[in-house]
């Protein structure tokens, strides 16, 4: 209750806030970014802008919605909008990310802003000692989730669902669903709570569903048939894993964002334990790593690939040459890390 005071307190006494979140926002990110903007914005009257390390995915541009035009911006199309506008900021919420770190392009004038920082974020092992005030919980959902729990308490909606504004409402339940692969996995009890809330209160979740899965380009659907048919490749240790070199991606036109859910398609195959997907950046591969119950996911990604993440879902980064010595040897590197992974278990 004191953390939900303090907060109050915070937002009231507040002339211009900043929103962060990590880098190549995914739904959680946008959803619980857009949700908070939405509500500062909206129901508190605030000067509020979302920054953003990185440009909207296609795919999810639809989150932010018409309500926010001119409120979001990221540092990729702006950098320097972005800078002036955090180092102008009297306070900052960083989401869904569990240190400055994870906000790339964003760390250097987050952690040089005199601004009051406060977090909210359900990934371990967070940085509370960069923020003033800290909302953290792993056993939950989401971001999203964690968000609208707290905004719950909030007096201005006092557990009223309904009293939310709309765009809000509508961006954390997308954030809930995508977090979640639509309910699959890191659901309890309280995420099927904060959905009924939500559809009660009149959020459209056929409409999100429509806007989340049935709207890629032809693209995606070639290019996930070609990854699952032509690179997807399963140890016998039950490693599955893919990649996807800058050759592919210029292949089948990829866009950011239109990979989404590959990593976890193996995981279907029976005795695959744990699935690996890499995307080839400039020096560095993006890796996703996804596992079911009984195989850390965090633990190969943490161990193995400079990150870190969720029991079962985690990600991290390879760079070249100082992890590996170019792209063509990451096939290698993931069959040797991920057998001495499995080896004893």
């Given at each position: 209750m004191d953390n939900i005071l303090n907060l109050h307190n915070l937002i009231g006494a507040a002339s211009?806030?900043?929103?962060?979140?990590?880098?190549?926002?995914?739904?959680?990110?946008?959803?619980?970014?857009?949700?908070?903007?939405?509500?500062?914005?909206?129901?508190?009257?605030?000067?509020?802008?979302?920054?953003?390390?990185?440009?909207?995915?296609?795919?999810?541009?639809?989150?932010?919605?018409?309500e926010n035009e001119g409120r979001v911006i990221d540092f990729t199309s702006d950098p320097e909008g972005s800078v002036a506008r955090i180092s102008s900021s009297d306070l900052i919420f960083c989401l869904d990310c569990?240190?400055?770190?994870?906000?790339?392009?964003?760390?250097?004038?987050?952690?040089?802003?005199?601004?009051?920082?406060?977090?909210?974020?359900?990934?371990?092992?967070?940085?509370?000692?960069?923020?003033?005030?800290?909302?953290?919980?792993?056993?939950?959902s989401s971001t999203c989730e964690l968000l609208f729990w707290t905004m719950m308490e909030l007096p201005e909606f006092a557990g009223d669902a309904s009293s939310l504004p709309a765009r809000s409402a509508y961006a954390m339940m997308t954030g809930l669903t995508t977090d979640t692969n639509n309910f699959a996995n890191s659901v309890f009890p309280t995420t099927?709570?904060?959905?009924?809330?939500?559809?009660?209160?009149?959020?459209?979740?056929?409409?999100?569903?429509?806007?989340?899965?049935?709207?890629?380009?032809?693209?995606?659907?070639?290019?996930?048939?070609?990854?699952?048919?032509?690179?997807?490749?399963?140890?016998s240790d039950g490693t599955a894993y893919m990649i996807l070199s800058r050759y592919d991606q210029e292949k089948f036109d990829f866009k950011q964002g239109e990979t989404e859910g590959f990593v976890n398609m193996p995981l279907a195959v029976r005795n695959v334990r744990m699935s690996i997907f890499l995307t080839e950046e400039e020096n560095w591969f993006r890796v996703?790593?996804?596992?079911?119950?009984?195989?850390?996911?965090?633990?190969?990604?943490?161990?193995?690939?400079?990150?870190?993440g969720h029991e079962q879902a985690a990600g991290g980064r390879l760079y070249f040459p100082q992890d590996i010595n170019s792209p063509e040897d990451a096939e290698a590197y993931i069959l040797e890390t991920s057998h001495k992974f499995f080896e004893g278990r």
């Amino acid at each position: 209750m004191d953390n939900i005071l303090n907060l109050h307190n915070l937002i009231g006494a507040a002339s211009r806030i900043s929103i962060a979140v990590h880098t190549h926002p995914d739904g959680d990110a946008l959803g619980s970014g857009t949700g908070l903007l939405t509500i500062l914005a909206g129901t508190f009257g605030k000067d509020a802008m979302l920054v953003l390390p990185d440009r909207i995915p296609d795919t999810l541009s639809f989150i932010t919605g018409p309500e926010n035009e001119g409120r979001v911006i990221d540092f990729t199309s702006d950098p320097e909008g972005s800078v002036a506008r955090i180092s102008s900021s009297d306070l900052i919420f960083c989401l869904d990310c569990n240190s400055f770190s994870r906000t790339a392009s964003l760390e250097e004038s987050l952690k040089a802003s005199d601004a009051t920082k406060v977090l909210i974020d359900h990934h371990l092992a967070p940085d509370t000692g960069s923020f003033d005030l800290v909302f953290s919980q792993t056993e939950i959902s989401s971001t999203c989730e964690l968000l609208f729990w707290t905004m719950m308490e909030l007096p201005e909606f006092a557990g009223d669902a309904s009293s939310l504004p709309a765009r809000s409402a509508y961006a954390m339940m997308t954030g809930l669903t995508t977090d979640t692969n639509n309910f699959a996995n890191s659901v309890f009890p309280t995420t099927f709570r904060m959905a009924s809330l939500l559809i009660g209160a009149g959020v459209d979740r056929d409409a999100i569903l429509n806007e989340i899965y049935n709207n890629y380009r032809e693209n995606r659907l070639r290019l996930m048939g070609y990854m699952v048919g032509e690179k997807m490749k399963i140890t016998s240790d039950g490693t599955a894993y893919m990649i996807l070199s800058r050759y592919d991606q210029e292949k089948f036109d990829f866009k950011q964002g239109e990979t989404e859910g590959f990593v976890n398609m193996p995981l279907a195959v029976r005795n695959v334990r744990m699935s690996i997907f890499l995307t080839e950046e400039e020096n560095w591969f993006r890796v996703s790593v996804r596992s079911k119950r009984g195989t850390s996911a965090n633990l190969y990604a943490k161990t193995w690939c400079n990150g870190g993440g969720h029991e079962q879902a985690a990600g991290g980064r390879l760079y070249f040459p100082q992890d590996i010595n170019s792209p063509e040897d990451a096939e290698a590197y993931i069959l040797e890390t991920s057998h001495k992974f499995f080896e004893g278990r």
